[in-house]
């Protein structure tokens, strides 16, 4: 495995090969990451991971500063799984301050965008960077961020780049938690009552199931469950697993037949994201 931190040498390295599977990520590897990797591998024979802390991404008073940076670790996690790990500086990506940004559609501004202004257009901005960078055939993404997968695949297909994108399946913790590098932010109560956003999620999709169609009061109960529990919450969502708008009656058309229903909320100072997807038989 080659760690390399600039552009230039990144794009010689890359220059001879024809498949390469790419997974970017921001670094403090968890199982999720190592799981995207594995994929990775069946999708190319040169497998590129870059590890980058997006600052375009993140609003002022979010965890820019405190994102834990952990590239010894990740290279070690790396070791078998990437051929080359790309591990730019900020100004290696960013050499004089980015005036042109990727405009996401208008869904960046409801669920994590409503609460996280301009999140989306600095996470489209650099993955389009690092698509062009690396040049992959196939980039892969978690569905944990549901929104982020939905997004990119807007981009992708509106402007006509030459990648596939697929979406890996969360990972979770023994007791159901998705992993993510936020995770570590919890104390230890916080992590005992962290599974109750997957429970809650679960609970709406058995109700969605077993017959439930009134989406906004599912959404309304589950929001008070979770405050109930000492939650602050951003959202809860049933929507439309295609467009990611509010689902409507489910009638005869299939792609109102796979839902998804999204959460963000904060514990503590910890903002966690999850969702479940749910398909109802035609
Ligand atoms: O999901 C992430 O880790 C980041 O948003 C991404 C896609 C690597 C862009 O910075």
Aim: with cysteine; proline share 5%.
């Amino acid at each position: 495995m080659k760690l390399i931190t600039t552009i230039a040498e990144l794009r010689a390295r890359l220059s001879d090969k024809h498949a390469i599977a790419f997974v970017p990520t921001m670094g403090n590897l968890h199982e999720g990451h190592l799981k995207l990797m594995r994929l990775a591998r069946e999708h190319g024979s040169c497998v590129v991971a870059s590890i980058f802390v997006n600052p375009l991404q993140f609003g002022p008073i979010e965890d820019f500063d405190k994102y834990p940076r952990t590239l010894e670790a990740d290279c070690a996690r790396l070791q078998g799984l990437a051929d080359v790990v790309f591990a730019p500086s900020v100004s290696e990506m960013y050499p004089a301050q980015q005036t042109v940004f990727v405009e996401p559609p208008p869904i960046a501004n409801e669920l994590c965008g409503a609460s996280r202004p301009g999140h989306f257009r600095g996470m489209a901005t650099v993955v389009l960077k690092l698509l062009n960078i690396v040049q992959p055939h196939v980039a892969l993404f978690g569905k944990k961020y549901y929104q982020q997968l939905h997004i990119i695949r807007q981009m992708v297909m509106q402007m006509n780049l030459p990648v596939r994108i697929l979406g890996g399946e969360t990972v979770r913790a023994a007791d159901g938690l998705a992993l993510s590098s936020r995770n570590q932010y919890l104390s230890a109560e916080e992590r005992g009552k962290a599974v109750f956003m997957y429970q809650t999620l679960q609970g709406a999709q058995q109700a969605i199931l077993q017959g439930e169609r009134d989406f906004e009061r599912l959404e309304k109960l589950a929001v008070e469950a979770l405050r109930a529990r000492g939650w602050a919450v951003d959202y809860v969502a049933v929507r439309n697993q295609s467009d990611l708008q509010p689902a409507g009656p489910v009638q005869g058309n299939p792609a109102q037949h796979e839902l998804v229903i999204l959460a963000a909320a904060r514990l503590g100072n910890t903002r966690l994201l999850d969702n479940v997807e749910v398909c109802l038989a035609g």
